[in-house]
């Protein structure tokens, strides 16, 4: 059992940052790979970024340039860095951890979800 608890998001103006958290219960985290997914109201919820195991990441095309995903897992901890925000990023950021430690870009990829945070940006 992996439980993953977000923090860090909020409101900012558009062109700001935040840096979004995920800390996850489990010694198995170094062993997952991680995920963050997004959900704005009335849509579906869309892939953002993933990270291997071992470091090795992958962005959707609306994050690249913009977002960085990286772990710490000493810390068993997964961050999201967003820079240039936009109001289209607006929504709730789900973490995501999947037992296998490869990248994975589905949500039915993942076996474990946070609560999501909000984050809005303002125009």
């Known amino acids: 059992q992996v439980q993953l608890a977000e923090s860090g998001g909020g409101v900012v103006q558009a062109g700001g940052s935040l840096r979004l958290s995920c800390a996850a219960s489990a010694r198995a985290f170094s062993r997952c790979g991680m995920g963050w997914f997004r959900q704005a109201p009335g849509k579906e919820r869309e892939f953002v970024a993933a990270?291997?195991?071992?470091?090795?990441?992958t962005l959707a095309e609306s994050a690249k340039g913009r977002f960085t995903i990286s772990r710490d897992n000493a810390k068993n901890t997964v961050y999201l860095q967003m820079n240039s925000l936009k109001p289209e990023d607006t929504a709730v950021y789900y973490c995501?951890?999947?037992?296998?430690?490869?990248?994975?870009?589905?949500?039915?990829?993942?076996?474990?979800w946070g609560q999501g945070t909000q984050v809005t940006v303002s125009s």
């Open positions: 995501a951890a999947n037992l296998i430690p490869t990248i994975r870009i589905r949500p039915d990829e993942y076996d474990y």
């Open positions: 990270i291997s195991w071992d470091g090795i990441r």
